[in-house]
């Protein structure tokens, strides 16, 4: 079993004063209280922005603080070639927590939440900055149950106009749409680049609309598939990640 991860705000080489580090508050208590974690164990911190480093637990305090020591330095992970992200169209209730949570795991570096034409689901407000905020939660917890270093970025809810946009700047853009009229071709087989940045939209339950495929066909995407099945919107975007993942060799 790896080490578990803990995230802390700032982790410089100067924030381990003499090899030793206090994990307290939030963390600390999951640490202490939820994990159980008795001296001897081993631990990671990290940023969540490619920071780490590795240490052991030399003592459990109170409720909410633990003491490692053994951290010698703080190791940057370099971002992964290609970048992979993901669009993501709102999908109901909590399935867009869902969605955050297995494509943090499978391993995308950003996420952008989609105002589609066809979402149900409308942030707005105050409603908007809590699902926004829940979608943050949901990528950072699962970038520590899934032991990453490097979380993906979740952004702000995107126009079409500005999914538009992120498209024409990619490397490889994709959507993922099929019907009768407009002619998709195999993820699998698609020829993928070696590094920069690959955009994959996935669109909303009931579909990417004609406008929305016409603007994005425009920046430059084409519109693909995954196989004969139909997937969820919560679930595509995590098995397209991980057929995109496998090609570039990035699982090797």
Known sequence: MTAPVFVVDSLEQADLKGGEFVLDGPEGRHAVSVKRLRPGEDVVLTDGRGRWAEGVVKAAEGKDRLVITDLESVVEEPPEQPRITVVQAL??????ELAVETMTEVGVDAIVPWQAARCITQWKGDRGLKAL????????????QSRRVRFPEVAEAATTKQVAALLA???FAAVLHSDFEYGSEPLATAELPAEGEIVLVV???????????????EAGARAYVLGRSVLRTSTAGTAAAALLLGRTGRWS
């Open 133 to 144: 905020g829940k979608w943050r939660a949901t990528a950072r917890e699962a970038g520590k």
């Open 91 to 96: 999908p109901k209730g909590d399935r867009g």
């Open 203 to 217: 669109g909303p339950e009931g579909g990417v609309s004609s406008e929305e495929l016409a603007q994005f066909r």
């Open 169 to 171: 700047r990619a490397d």
